[in-house]
């Protein structure tokens, strides 16, 4: 019987092992930025885990972007630089096992970086959107509004009711946030949400790391699909104000 115990118990501790072997693995095999993102970028600068972004003129609103997961932070370098460009400071930060809901109050460390900004905005693509929700939901009164990019609400993160300023972006070609996904979740939104549909946008295009698996071809540019994101995401916090 004893021999019996030690034999389950290593078959199950070896099975968690390889288990947990398996998932470190599988979250290593990220999707990094392709050529033609570094071809859009001046320059990428790092400090302390974060991807940073300043506008040379003085600035009092900043934004956060989580990324995706499994995808490298400096596939949202265009789109930091560009809002940089309109104003913002931006920061992407890196997380561990690159899994935004892993670390999905590390936006305090930026916001503590950046005291002279008045106004936050927080998103993120896909997974990066979700736990960027969470943290809005716990930090509501230092957030000024929470976007998605190929993302959505859930029902335990429900904004309904509230009039947090939200901003949905979504792609009509999304094969993992699809538009029935976008549909059933506006119930969660709140009732002072935007959403902008991007005409022949996927999944992918919401960073510059290329195909992704599951997704849809798009059929528009990268850097169309980029640039209309930026538009959004600067109009929406304009029409805040």
Do not use: C
């Not at 470190?24 to 071809?39: F, S, V």
């Not at 300023?165 to 969660?188: A, H």
């Not at 549909?197 to 071809?217: C, S, V």
């Amino acid at each position: 019987m004893k021999r019996f115990l030690k034999y389950s118990i290593f078959i199950v501790f070896s099975i968690l092992f390889i288990a947990v072997v398996g998932f470190y693995i599988w979250t290593q095999q990220t999707y990094e930025a392709t050529g033609e993102l570094y071809q859009l970028v001046d320059q990428i600068e790092e400090e302390d885990g974060w991807l940073i972004f300043e506008p040379t003129t003085n600035y009092e609103k900043g934004i956060i972007i989580y990324p995706g997961a499994k995808v490298e932070p400096e596939a949202y370098s265009y789109l930091a630089q560009e809002l940089s460009e309109r104003g913002y400071v931006v920061g992407i930060p890196t997380f561990r096992l690159n899994l935004a809901i892993i670390d999905k109050d590390v936006a305090k460390e930026f916001q503590a970086k950046y005291k002279q900004v008045s106004d936050w905005y927080i998103g993120g693509h896909s997974l990066g959107g979700v736990a960027a929700s969470m943290y809005t939901k716990e930090n509501k009164e230092i957030i000024s509004g929470l976007f998605f990019l190929g993302s959505y609400s859930t029902k335990s993160q429900d904004f309904s009711g509230t009039t947090l300023p939200m901003l949905s972006i979504y792609g009509e070609r999304d094969g993992l946030t699809t538009l029935d996904d976008i549909e059933e979740s506006k119930e969660y939104f709140s009732e002072q949400a935007a959403f902008f549909e991007i005409q022949g946008g996927n999944h992918a295009q919401f960073g510059i790391y290329g195909p992704q698996k599951g997704d849809n071809d798009a059929v528009i540019k990268v850097n169309e699909q980029q640039n209309e994101i930026i538009d959004g995401i600067d109009s929406w916090i304009s029409s805040i104000d």
